[in-house]
Nanobody, 125 residues
Framework: QVQLVESGGGSVQAGGSLRLSCAASGYTFSRGYAAWFRQAPGKEREGVAVIYPSGITFYADSVKGRFTISRDNGKNTVYLQMNSLKPEDTAMYYC???????????????????WGQGTQVTVSS
């Protein structure tokens, strides 16, 4: 049984940083795709960043240059380093993963089979 557990959320002021972690059991991140999504109240869930099995990464335009997704294969954990946080980054952040040969649109939630429970990030101005 696959379980993804996020941690690291919290409240920070604008300009601050947070690092989110997603630890997996029953799933090996290096063998599949792993992504971070976020969902703010009243908004759709949006893809933030993805890391491919090869290690290639992609980002949403809104976070490019500020967020970094990474993977520690030894710890079987995926991270999201978030710098220069803005109030509009406030959302519940979810870790998602899927074993797949190919993902057509990494930013689409429907592409992912496994999800964590989420961790709240709140950025105040």
């Amino acid at each position: 049984q696959v379980q993804l557990v996020e941690s690291g959320g919290g409240s920070v002021q604008a300009g601050g940083s947070l690092r989110l972690s997603c630890a997996a059991s029953g799933y090996t991140f290096s063998r599949g795709y792993a992504a971070w999504f976020r969902q703010a109240p009243g908004k759709e869930r949006e893809g933030v960043a993805v890391i491919y099995p090869s290690g290639i990464t992609f980002y949403a335009d809104s976070v490019k240059g500020r967020f970094t997704i990474s993977r520690d294969n030894g710890k079987n954990t995926v991270y999201l380093q978030m710098n220069s946080l803005k109030p509009e980054d406030t959302a519940m952040y979810y870790c998602a993963a899927v074993f797949a040969v190919y993902v057509r649109n990494w930013a689409q939630a429907a592409e992912y089979r496994y999800w964590g429970q989420g961790t709240q990030v709140t950025v105040s101005s």
